[in-house]
């Protein structure tokens, strides 16, 4: 107060620190220069010298000790290990050296590389490391020369930075980052058996570096599995996510692939051209993009398109009704088909009704979902199909997620609206519709749906909820309750739809019969009590998994391999059979622990395998702060790993909603049946889009979570995991007969055991392996059950 001027005071932690050091350490604090004029002399004032001495600060000395302690304290010892091209090693001579002495002395002399080559041609157990790993397990003599094994200690290597503008050194150290067990340079020149005559190409080959036609050669590669209607929706993919530089000239290059078949259907060059066009207008327009967006050739105006009016509502019109569904009716149990008539009943009498389908997992809810959509179409109306996550949706024809289909904005208010205009084609299909239905609404944010009854009321002019149109949500609030960022529980329970002043509007209709346990009625009650929070407890969250579901914790081998056993019975011999792979999985908590299990499984499954390396990068680090080694360690929720380990039919999970309406979403489950070197064919293994081919390019992803480094990642990889093993959250929705559960930890969000554990079918084929977390007096294991009950009760 005294002297005006104020502290700042900032717990900060993680990487963030430094970063705040650093940001310090560049600004320098301010000073500001204040002359005082006695009025006596004339003087003359060097404003520049003014400037520059308030303003220049050195880096406060402090600050940097702070930072390089913390430094050394994350990597107590990094060596330096040297890297140069054959026969380019430094050399250190005196000015007044003969230079031929100087070649003989050095001739032989070994630097650390080339002693790396030599241990490795006599150490079989050396070639398992990296050269930037071998001081962890080598120790340096630096006048012998050699490595020799490590006897005590451990200290961590760094291959010496080599900037991309350096050419060969620079892909030498790409080529020594990934590949362990060279004996020469020789050994890096080469691939499959081939010897490249540059590290350049040798790097490329391996796929360790981009191509500067990656895209066409993806398209290229594609078109050798000739499935040209799968190209065509490649092409619409790359045009989207890729940032193609030169469109049209991936168009001229591919056409003919793109052309093929329809080519054999018809002669007249136009009408092909118009055919290939209007495919991938329409692949375009599912993903908001239109054919003018980009630089492509005109559709024919005389082209015989079929799009009269409004291109949704085309679409909607177009979905096809299928009979097995149509017949779902006669099937439905006693509360389904109570469910059913309600709802028909409004459709019948043409009335206003909102209503929520309150089902536990596997009650039936998209069964009954299929059986409306299907008889409401048959009689030439339109019934929307939206749920909150694409999974879901793909589980319905013509399922699209709500926030794409209702154009909901990504950051919610009260006061939210959806970004339709009322002369759209949205907001006809919205006045069109007969009834709407949102499966998993209890996974929505409140505000969402709140939006959608304000922009529906809005759009149709009718002041009653949604417009007075039949609106049919469904869900299970037992199931994970709405994502909110970091969010405190009474966050998390007044974002779900419960907390809605729609919600006492809503009538609600129960099913309560699980038809996916069907077999085994204990199941069945003991998933109820668990979700419900109602399974007796111990220290009032601690539930004891029954006996028989339980794989036994050891601490002597690692218990997951039993887990993995249980699940993944004789991989070796059925691996091949789709069946076989996509009826079973292992869930769990974290990101980690599946990738551990990943790792296991992708060791056992049989074939060659085939590695990709993602491309890193940090946008706009003009300075090389982060090196790509660094960038491509780093392991970041959402987005596929830097090393991506596959083998032809292994199970893979798509990260991104590439296509939703053509069945590829964030979630979908596909099987992995070719790879080339830029592409992966792969085919749907769930939903209404089981069994399609599609092709999947590199695309460039970024974390979702923007503050998560203090720099941008860029990591061009395919979008996807391996998912033999997958987290909870992922799982949801899906129904998966022989499930394994693995908590290292306690679960820790609202329904998440519950969530696991419903996706089995019976007692008998759900395994749950749990780490001991507390100790109780009692035989049995427990582990913890997180349920939030106020937003399970009855008003
Ligand atoms: N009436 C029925 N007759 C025959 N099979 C049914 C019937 N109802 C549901 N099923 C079957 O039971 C299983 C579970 O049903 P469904 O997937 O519709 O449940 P859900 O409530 O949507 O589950 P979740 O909330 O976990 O997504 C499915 O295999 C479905 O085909």
Known sequence: MMFNCHINVEACSSITSVKYVLKYVYKGHDKQVVHVDPGETELVINEIKKFQ?????????????????ALSQIHPYVMALQLHLPNKQMVRFRDDDIMTDIVDRERDKRTMLTAFFE???????????????????????????????????????????????????????????????????????????????????????RGLIETDDNLSQCLAEASLFQFPGALRRLFATILIYCEPGDVRKLWDDHYDSFSEDYRRQCESVDQVRNMVLTDIMIFLQSMGKTLVDFDLPKINADANLQFGGFREVQEEYSVVVEEEHLRARDSLNSDQKYAYNEIMRHVDDDCPGVFFIDG???????????????????????????????????????????????KIPLNLDNNSMCNIKKQSGAAQLLRNAK????????????????????????????????????????GDFRQVLPVVRRGTRAQIVDSSLRMSPLWSTIKKIRLTLNMRALTDPWFSGFLLRVGDGNEEALDEKFIRIPDDMTIPYTDNVDPKDALIDAIFPSLQINGADSDYIISRAILSTKNENVDEINDKLINKFCGDEKVYYSFDEAEDDRNNFYPVEFLNSLTVSGLPPHYLRLKIGCPIILLRNIDPSNGLCNGTRLICRGFQQNVIDAEIAIGQHAGKRVFLPRIPLCPSEDNMFPFKLKRKQFPVRLSFSMTINKAQGQTIPNVGVYLPESVFSHGQLYVALSRGISRGTTKVLVKPVKKFNRVGVYTSNVVYKEVLRDE
Request: charged content about 20%; aromatic content about 10%; overall charge positive.
């Open 53 to 69: 001495d308030a303003r220049y600060v050195s880096p406060p000395e402090a600050i940097w000790r702070i930072f390089s302690f």
């Open 119 to 205: 241990r490795n041609k006599v150490d079989r157990s050396a070639r398992q490391y990296l050269y930037k790993d071998f001081p962890k397990n080598y120790t340096w003599n630096p006048s012998s020369r050699r490595w020799n094994p490590r006897r005590q200690g451990s200290m961590r290597g760094r291959l010496v930075s080599a900037n991309p503008a350096e050419g060969e050194r620079y892909y030498l150290r790409v080529i020594l980052s990934h590949i362990s067990g060279p004996t020469c340079f020789e050994d890096l020149y080469t691939v499959n058996g081939l010897l490249h005559p540059t590290f350049r190409k040798a790097a490329l080959e």
């Open 360 to 406: 536990p997992g596997g009650t039936g809810k998209t069964f009954l979902y299929k059986a409306l959509l299907a008889n409401v179409r048959s009689r030439g109306f339109i019934a929307l199909a939206t749920a909150s996550s694409g999974v879901a949706a793909n589980n319905m024809p013509g399922g699209r997620t709500a926030h794409s289909r209702f």
């Open 435 to 474: 009834i709407i239905i949102w499966d998993e609404a209890s996974m929505a944010k409140r505000q969402a749906v709140e939006a959608l009854d304000r922009t529906m009321q809005d759009i149709i002019g009718v002041a009653l909820p949604f417009g007075g149109k039949i609106m049919v949500m469904g």
